[in-house]
């Protein structure tokens, strides 16, 4: 039977914290708005970044010299 499921539970990516994964749970995939906003701002200090290539400013163009 449905109600009889135990609930999924996840280990919150900031703190570790094993919390219930369910539709209360607002600030999912982390167990609080606390540890969400502490990773916002991991990555606006930029803690966290994702693999790729750079560029001399990251609002412009690749140098277009270097593709030819």
Do not use: V, Y
């Amino acid at each position: 039977m449905p109600g009889d499921q135990k609930p999924q539970t996840h280990h919150c990516p900031t703190c570790s914290k094993l919390f219930e994964w369910n539709s209360e749970a607002l600030s999912r995939p982390f167990c609080s708005e606390r540890c969400r906003l502490i990773d916002l701002g991991d990555w606006i200090d930029e803690k966290h970044s994702i693999p790729g290539s750079e560029s001399t400013h990251p609002f412009m163009p690749p140098d277009s010299n270097s593709a030819h």
